[in-house]
């Protein structure tokens, strides 16, 4: 049985700020605020997610849960573009095709072919959907930075490459290549890690809460291959719609 922590010892966890605050100021970072509004809004936000959870645990809906998968996706693809930067036509509806996607077909494959639920059980689904979406947003977003930027630094010889008359795809090839590995080398560089640097955060909340460590194993060696699987298929889609994206009807370069 996990030991729980006491309200004075929640509170006395938020002194450890003090540390990031007086190396940041000391260092003259000027982001004082930024850390004091992020934890604030990380403390609510938290707070908030967990009573809302309790409610859709109880009912169990179908409904619900997928509305929350929507918007969970939703927001993952609005928070790549903020981080991108990116405006370009219809990338809204490419970043919600790449994640929801992906997400989907791994989640599915969890939950019908490897842990085996026999009954529809939002506990299991929302957590982990979160743990897949949240990775894919954030491996998305490197792929289509180093995307953009390489794009623009040989931009002359993807023109050079269509005028010959190759295609998106062949002219895009070293770029997109480029792209896809820089959005996958955060998880395979975590998975190299495990069990050796560090204990990931899954293994280790059920290892305290008194689930067996070969059970934690178990689960968290599925999860990092769910992870990783949806950040390839994701990152392949959206690296795809974006070359397309990037041409014209007539193959034509258009960044």
């Not at 908030?48 to 509305?67: D, E, P, Q, V």
């Not at 693809?77 to 994640?99: A, G, M």
């Amino acid at each position: 049985m996990i030991k729980h922590i006491s309200i004075e010892g929640f509170v006395l966890s938020y002194l450890l700020l003090i540390v990031i605050i007086v190396l940041t100021r000391k260092e003259k970072l000027g982001i004082i605020k930024d850390i004091i509004v992020s934890f604030t809004r990380m403390s609510l936000q938290l707070f908030i997610a967990g009573f809302i959870l309790l409610y859709i645990f109880k009912l169990n809906s179908i409904l619900l849960t997928s509305s929350i998968f929507v918007l969970m996706v939703f927001f993952a693809s609005r928070i790549v573009i903020d981080r991108t930067k990116v405006k370009l036509k219809h990338i809204t509806l490419y970043l919600f095709l790449s994640i929801s996607v992906s997400s989907l077909a791994v989640l599915s494959f969890m939950l019908i072919g490897i842990i085996k639920i026999k009954i529809f059980d939002s506990r299991y689904i929302i957590p982990l959907a979160g743990m897949i979406i949240g990775n894919s947003m954030n491996s998305i977003a490197i792929g289509i930075e180093r995307f953009f930027s390489k794009a623009q630094d040989n931009k002359e010889e993807i023109e050079d490459f269509l005028c010959l008359g190759a295609n998106g795809y062949e002219a895009f090839s070293k770029i997109r290549k480029d792209a896809f590995k820089s959005s996958m080398l955060p998880s395979l560089s975590s998975a190299s890690g495990m069990g050796i640097v560090f204990l990931p955060g899954m293994m280790t909340g059920q290892i305290l809460s008194g689930i067996n460590p070969i059970e934690s194993v178990n689960y968290q060696i599925v999860i990092v291959i769910t992870i990783a699987s949806s950040v390839a298929i994701s990152n392949y889609i959206i690296l795809r719609l974006l070359e397309k994206s990037t041409l014209n009807n007539k193959e034509q370069l258009i960044i």
